[in-house]
């Protein structure tokens, strides 16, 4: 054996490293070993991606769960919504009726008090007739009984010559005569009073009718 073929136990063996970028027999990219597949060979990452490869399958997975929590909260919005105003509704409904309540109140209490009075002043317009209250301290008193009266909404009625009407009048006397054309009254034998459009008592009136 030559010394040319001889081989040094010592010496290391020859290794050959195929670094071609593209496989010769299949025409794909290869990556060095130590080295990051390149964009676009296989098994790489897209280039101008940042997420994981699972981030898609993720975000496809939250949408549902997203959809069903704004669906939800839109359902407990118009549910407050129609709290809210069937609320207003029954407050506005109390607000009338309590309103209502104090003007009943209101009237039936003054038209109480009115009523009381009315013998006072029945007794106030015998004595102006007979002439007792001119020139007397008690004319002025009178007076100003009347006014305050009048301005709590009480006004007196009934007069001779008025068309009778039973809404209004209570005839205690009747009469026929040929001089008149229709019912009317002849004599006022008590006035009537009214409070607003309310008769709180009727005039007692002697009538006269057509004969």
């Known amino acids: 054996m030559s010394p040319s073929t001889m081989t040094d136990p010592n010496e290391e063996p020859v ?3 195929d670094k071609r970028r593209l496989d010769p027999e299949t025409g794909e990219v290869r990556t060095p070993p130590g080295e990051s597949p390149l964009p ?7 280039a101008g991606s940042t997420e994981p490869a699972e981030a898609p399958a993720a975000e496809g997975a939250a ?4 959809d069903e929590a704004l669906t939800a909260a839109n359902a407990l919005a118009e549910e407050r919504l129609g709290d809210l105003q069937r609320l207003q509704a029954e407050y506005v409904n109390y ?4 309103d ?11 038209t109480s008090v009115l009523e009381a009075l009315l013998p006072v002043l029945d007794d106030v ?3 102006r007739q007979h002439g007792d209250l001119e020139g007397g301290p008690f004319a002025a008193i009178s007076d100003k009984l009347e006014a305050a009266l009048g301005r709590l909404g009480l006004t007196r009625y009934g007069a001779v010559g008025d068309a009778f009407d039973p809404s209004v009048h209570e005839a205690l ?6 001089d008149v054309t229709e019912t009317v009254v002849t004599t006022v034998l008590q006035p009537g009073y009214l409070v607003g459009e309310k008769v709180l008592r009727p005039a007692r009136v002697a009538v006269t009718s057509p004969a």
Do not use: C, I, N, W
Request: charged fraction near 30%; aromatic fraction near 2%.
């Open 173 to 178: 006397m009747h009469a026929e005569s040929p």
């Open 95 to 98: 607000r009338r009726r309590v």
């Open 125 to 127: 317009a015998l004595a």
């Open 100 to 110: 209502r309540d104090r003007d009943v109140a209101r009237t039936s209490a003054t």
């Open 15 to 17: 290794v050959y490293r």
């Open 63 to 66: 949408a549902p769960e997203a």
């Open 40 to 46: 676009g060979a296989a098994g790489a990452p897209d």
